[in-house]
T-cell receptor
């Protein structure tokens, strides 16, 4: 069965510092991978996605993620965090085109930013 | 923004009462989803729809039913609400071209 693990429940970084949020997945074939961000009291917004091709993908708000098949990982990175990046981040895996588009979400990582 | 609205945005109800949440989309997307979000659990799929009158169960479907009589509307019904159904409910749609899911603003439901 598909699953997604986000090992870090809560991370605190200083403004201007770099950020890496971890995501590991379990899936039999090539997965469709996503990162979403949720600000307090809001819905989810898509940051970036990986379907195939270049394993380093760029997203909105200066985020990027790297797909590593050998490690079953899709970690999210940002070189310099801004206070407005404080939010909860969710990694998700999908079962590909031609399916129902269902997503399995990780439990989320809450990011706090220190001034 | 896929033009997804949810109503009501907040609701408090008593145990044993029926509750219906509505999701409305303006993008003519074929697939629609209902999720619940609980602390420590992330988002879990309740039901989804792949067309008018075509629905299927997700991971946590017990106690919930859905209906879709029009492309733009997807209803989630709790036949007899229980305290364990206190949660934030999100509707989403799938853009079949980009394969991206777009989420509504959520409905916070409290069952007392």
């Amino acid at each position: 069965a598909q699953s997604v693990t986000q090992p870090d429940i809560h991370i605190t970084v200083s403004e201007g510092a770099s950020l890496e949020l971890r995501c590991n997945y379990s899936y039999g074939a090539t997965p469709y991978l996503f990162w979403y961000v949720q600000s307090p009291g809001q819905g989810l917004q898509l940051l970036l996605k990986y379907f195939s091709g270049d394993t380093l993908v760029q997203g909105i708000k200066g985020f990027e993620a790297e797909f590593k098949r050998s490690q079953s990982s899709f970690n999210l990175r940002k070189p310099s965090v801004h206070w407005s990046d404080a939010a909860e981040y969710f990694c998700a895996v999908g079962d590909g085109q031609g399916s129902q588009g269902n997503l399995i979400f990780g439990k989320g990582t809450k990011l706090s930013v220190k001034p | 923004d896929a033009g997804i609205t949810q109503s009501p945005r907040h609701k408090v109800t008593e145990t044993g009462t029926p509750v219906t949440l509505r999701c409305h989309q303006t993008e003519n997307h074929r697939y629609m989803y209902w999720y619940r979000q609980d602390p420590g659990h992330g988002l879990r799929l309740i039901h989804y729809s792949y067309g008018v009158k075509d629905t299927d169960k997700g991971e946590v479907s017990d106690g919930y039913s859905v209906s879709r009589s029009k492309t733009e509307d997807f209803l989630l019904t709790l036949e007899s609400a229980t305290s364990s159904q206190t949660s934030v409910y999100f509707c989403a749609t799938l853009d079949g071209n980009s394969y991206e899911q777009y989420f509504g603003p959520g409905t916070r439901l409290t069952v007392t």
